[in-house]
């Protein structure tokens, strides 16, 4: 910006075009301009304004409170108060065995999820698609968008119910077959398939909404074309069908892999506990114990702003690649 | 593809076979709850001999009684709807004028103010910060600050704008030349025309408020404050901290297991029964929020 000034005020040239333009009409000014804009139309501020003081309060002020992970906070001393030390909570953040294992897990986890939950509703969507029977299809659907809508805490007692070592369906069930009870959540080696089976689960059903919607809008045509040609219909499913969805299939990945650090750490912190943290503490389980329930805030806000910092550059990579793809592939 | 006809041995196979699988992972999808709700009106030994599989067996309400006789669990339901509808309301109230000013062309710096809204979707703070904002603010173990902390939503905000900016100018300029401010815009115009869009803001708003968690353990420690997930939550954790809890009782009518499944029953009911309404709205939803940033 300020280079740009510079350069306008010596300009020779610009100088003398704006001379002439003050001299016949005044241009107005940055403010004159703003304040006839609140004039004509202050409602439409007064409608933002709400907003806005709602985003600075409670979404950008905590921004502001990030920098106690470069400090020696206390609550006595407040955030502004509180002494700078620097980058020493980072250094001990990764001389921390703890918080190591939980940036591995958070990672491994997310992978296990991408690995085995993304074909899913991909696969979900193509099959929905071939049931001719409307009324089949529409209970279908009702009932497997269903357990989106319920919360993790309930999934989570149902996960702890029915994997239950002296009554649960799964312990029953395993008997049946002669295998001893297994307390599984209290197993580490157990953890892992669990968390990912149970989001499987409970979101493959409404993620599928989004290639149904892509494969609705397929052209018709095509179909009618392979009908001619005889096709069948399992070819016309992997020839047409999953070939038309791939753009949207690639950047439903690229989002994916973007936010390879959110991990549901709700469902963590219900299902795990200290015999299974080797497998399950993850970055945010990790910072809501040393911070919310150890209070050690700057410390833990050090992690967060660590994770938040990685996150937002995962993210902002996916979202222009997927923007770049979206522009190349689509149009 | 609705009207094809089957035209080999191997499309019927294949139709067939698909129906079978879709079948299958629908009922995976429900036995959970029907071996929640059967365990739930099982007496306390069967469950605990593991007996129950899909039916309930030597069937009792007992655990019923368990539940609903403990005034907790309606302090906790109360709150749960006052954090719903009161969280809902305070939702709506910023986000529908938030929504339209964000829509409207002439506002001065609308790329800055949009910006500032998807922004706080790339880049969060974290839990920390955020904590400590509210501690700061006065708005621990408070109805209040759960109702508006978690206000305003930034894919919310930003689909009912995608929305308001869809509706052609066409129909809020009668109401111009009527002399309509913009408030009666929104209000007379807008709003009428958004329904459909302002429900499935409003469901999502219901389904998060009902279902939240986390920062309402967090936040309250009341236990008069306390919504129906988080009671949910110390039930469930300290009876199966307490595997023996009610087996020795001498008729073992109820145990861990058909209580934590009673409570999770009696937790799910007002979810089954807005469901149908919320699946109206929620296809069309995600389609709208996912069309433009």
């Known amino acids: ?34 304040s006839d804009h609140l004039k004509r139309d202050w409602q439409i501020y007064l409608m933002l304004i709400p907003t806005i003081i709602w985003l600075l309060l409670f979404l950008y002020k905590p921004m502001y409170g990030l920098q106690i992970a ?24 990764f001389g921390n065995d703890q918080f190591l ?74 008997g049946w077959f002669g295998v001893d009870p297994i307390y599984f959540l209290t197993k580490p080696e157990w953890f892992r398939p669990i968390f990912v089976g149970t989001g499987i689960w409970q979101e493959a059903g409404f993620q599928s909404i989004i290639y149904l919607a ?43 892999i973007g936010n390879i650090l959110e991990v549901s750490f709700e469902m963590i912190i219900l299902l795990y506990q200290p015999a299974t943290y080797e497998t399950a503490d993850v970055v945010n389980t990790f910072i809501f114990r040393q911070g919310i329930q150890s209070g050690q805030y700057d410390f833990a806000a050090a992690a967060g702003l660590f994770n938040a910092v990685v996150a937002f550059i995962l993210v902002m990579t996916a979202n222009s690649l997927s923007k770049r793809y979206s522009r190349t592939s689509l149009w | 593809m609705v009207n094809m006809n089957l035209y080999s041995r191997g499309d019927k196979i294949f139709v067939i076979t698909n129906m079978v699988l879709v079948g299958m992972f629908a009922i995976s999808t429900l036995y959970p709850f029907i071996y929640i709700a059967s365990l739930s009106m099982s007496s306390g030994f069967e469950a605990r001999a593991g007996n129950v599989i899909l039916t309930p067996m030597d069937f009792t309400l007992e655990a019923y009684q368990f539940v609903l006789s403990d005034p907790q669990f309606w302090i906790s339901y109360k709150n749960t709807f006052i954090y719903t509808i009161g ?41 920390i910060p955020f904590f400590l904002n509210m501690r700061d603010l006065g708005l621990l173990d408070s109805y209040f600050g759960i109702i508006i902390g978690f206000a ?67 936040l309250l420690q009341d236990e008069d404050k306390i919504p129906l997930q ?29 209580v934590s499944a009673a409570i999770i029953v009696c937790s799910i009911i007002p979810v089954l029964i807005v469901y149908p309404f919320i699946q109206k709205y929620f296809e069309k939803g995600i389609l709208l929020g996912g069309v433009k940033e």
């Not at chain 2, 009876?239 to 861990?256: H, K, M, P, R, V």
């Open chain 2, 230 to 258: 988080v009671f949910l939550r110390h039930t469930i954790a300290t009876l199966s901290d307490d595997q023996e809890f009610g087996t020795t009782l001498i008729d073992a009518s109820y145990s861990f297991e058909t």
């Open chain 1, 101 to 174: 294992r939980a940036l591995r897990n958070t990672v491994i986890i997310s992978f296990y999820t991408l690995l085995f939950g993304f074909p899913m509703p991909i696969l979900l969507a193509l099959m929905f698609n071939e049931i001719l029977n409307r009324t089949f299809k529409k209970t279908a659907q009702t009932i497997v968008y269903l357990p989106h809508f319920i919360s993790s805490v309930i999934i989570a007692g149902i996960v702890i119910t029915a994997f239950s070592p002296s009554a649960g369906i799964v312990n029953t069930v395993i």
């Open chain 2, 152 to 218: 305003v939503n930034g894919f919310n905000l930003i689909l009912l704008r995608n929305f308001f900016e869809g509706i052609p100018k066409s129909f809020e300029e009668a109401a111009r030349m009527d002399g309509a401010n913009e408030f009666q815009v929104l209000w007379k115009v807008f709003m009428p025309l958004s329904k459909p869009a302002i429900a499935t803001v409003a469901l999502f708003c219901i389904v998060s408020r009902w279902n939240g968690f986390f920062w309402a353990m967090v």
């Open chain 1, 214 to 256: 892509a494969i609705a809008g397929v052209s018709p045509t095509l179909y009618e074309s392979a009908v001619v040609d005889g096709a069948s219909r399992w070819q016309m499913m992997w020839k047409i069908t999953l070939p038309s969805i791939m753009p949207t299939i690639i950047i439903m990945l690229i989002i994916r």
């Open chain 2, 87 to 127: 969280g809902t309301l305070m939702s709506l109230a910023f986000i529908i004028p938030g929504a339209y000013a964000l829509s409207r062309p002439q506002l001065y710096g609308r790329r800055f103010w949009n910006l500032m809204v998807a922004f706080t979707m790339w880049f969060n703070a974290g839990l």
């Open chain 1, 1 to 34: 910006m300020a280079i740009d000034n510079q350069q306008l005020e010596t300009s020779p040239e610009k100088l003398a075009t704006r001379a002439r333009g003050v001299q016949r009409a005044r241009k107005p000014s940055r403010i004159e301009r703003i």
């Open chain 1, 70 to 93: 470069f400090k020696d906070y206390s609550i006595f001393r407040g955030i502004a108060g509180s002494p700078w030390i620097g980058l020493d909570h980072f250094q001990t953040l």
